[in-house]
């Protein structure tokens, strides 16, 4: 391998290594092979765990994935990320391994080009799992931000908050999409959310803006709260949730160019309901 190893050497290496790894993404045994061989990989290359620290997190995030703990991220990016385990792993060095720096030089390339490609995905995605997984840390309101809210509906903002976890309904065409939500935020007596407006949510939000989100606390009871996505327009808001919950801001900020597009249902109601018992209108 040549000492100049650039780029686009890389980018072509990823590129050409995506098939294969969509393949293998549709065999979980497959890719628990390849992280095997990858961790025993890692093990002989050490200079690499210094200059790529983020490996573990990328590996973490594809297991996630596979095991489908975690589905917030594009099965391009995780067939990204497995192209580049696959050339760590299976590459053939024309330069002996004798000489570290050299030999290693194009592992290093390609695996710092999928993380710089896939940071966004892996800030999230480090967010998820520092949070509990599946969860994102329930803000305290800034006091600077007015967070006064009817009684009815800091019941709905409470009960979300025992939830932990709960799931954002849109339809995509005639499909419906569920994902896992975390974070809300009481914001001038509203009780709000955010979406990324990179991502298919806030698309699907905005062609039909009718959704439901669901929760369901450790006691067994569960909340359907039922309206029409308004999306605010002062950025304001973007900036007290970020405040809020600051670590988001690794993914919203003025480098990646991604904003978090807040909203609150309007035409609301919610309803708690008892596993063996009748539903009760909290709003």
């Known amino acids: 391998m040549a000492l100049d190893f650039n780029m686009?050497?890389?980018?072509?290496?990823?590129?050409?290594?995506?098939?294969?790894?969509?393949?293998?993404?549709?065999?979980?045994?497959?890719?628990?092979?390849?992280?095997?061989?990858?961790?025993?990989?890692?093990?002989?290359?050490?200079?690499?765990?210094?200059?790529?620290?983020?490996?573990?997190?990328?590996?973490?995030?594809?297991?996630?994935?596979?095991?489908?703990?975690?589905?917030?991220?594009?099965?391009?990016?995780?067939?990204?990320?497995?192209?580049?385990?696959?050339?760590?792993?299976?590459?053939?060095?024309l330069i002996s391994d004798s000489i570290p720096v050299v030999g290693y030089a194009d592992d290093i390339a390609v695996m710092g080009l999928a993380l710089k490609l896939?940071?966004?995905?892996?800030?999230?995605?480090?967010?998820?799992?520092?949070?509990?997984?599946?969860?994102?840390?329930?803000?305290?309101?800034?006091?600077?931000?007015?967070?006064?809210?009817?009684?009815d509906m800091t019941k709905v903002n409470d009960f979300l908050t025992a939830a932990g976890t709960f799931f954002l309904?849109?339809?995509?065409g005639s499909q419906p999409k569920l994902r896992p939500l975390g974070a809300h935020?009481?914001?001038?007596?509203?009780?709000?959310f955010g979406v990324g407006d990179f991502k298919d949510v806030y698309k699907q939000l905005k062609a039909n803006p009718r959704t439901e989100i669901v929760a369901c606390k450790p006691d067994g009871h569960w909340m359907r709260y039922t309206g029409k996505a308004v999306f605010e327009t002062d950025p304001k808001y973007e900036a007290a949730a970020l405040e809020a919950s600051p670590n988001l801001k690794g993914i919203y900020n003025e480098q990646?160019?991604?904003?978090?597009?807040?909203?609150?249902?309007?035409?609301?109601?919610?309803?708690?309901?008892?596993?063996?018992?009748?539903?009760?209108?909290?709003?």
């Not at 973490?60 to 067939?79: G, Q």
């Not at 480090?126 to 967070?147: F, H, I, K, Q, Y």
């Not at 919610?270 to 209108?281: L, N, T």
Request: glycine fraction near 6%; charged fraction near 25%.
């Open 169 to 172: 309904a849109t339809v995509d």
């Open 185 to 192: 935020y009481l914001l001038d007596g509203r009780l709000m």
């Open 118 to 151: 896939c940071q966004p995905e892996l800030a999230a995605f480090s967010a998820w799992r520092e949070n509990g997984g599946e969860r994102l840390a329930d803000p305290e309101v800034p006091a600077e931000t007015p967070a006064e809210a009817p009684a």
């Open 256 to 283: 990646t160019g991604y904003h978090m597009m807040m909203f609150h249902l309007e035409e609301a109601s919610a309803v708690e309901i008892a596993v063996m018992g009748e539903g009760v209108s909290l709003l």
């Open 8 to 93: 686009e050497q890389a980018k072509s290496i990823l590129d050409q290594g995506v098939g294969q790894a969509q393949e293998l993404i549709g065999d979980p045994s497959k890719i628990s092979d390849l992280l095997v061989q990858l961790e025993a990989k890692l093990k002989e290359i050490p200079v690499i765990g210094e200059s790529v620290s983020d490996i573990p997190l990328m590996v973490s995030m594809v297991k996630s994935y596979i095991t489908k703990e975690y589905s917030a991220v594009s099965p391009k990016v995780i067939a990204l990320l497995v192209s580049a385990f696959l050339y760590l792993v299976k590459r053939k060095d």
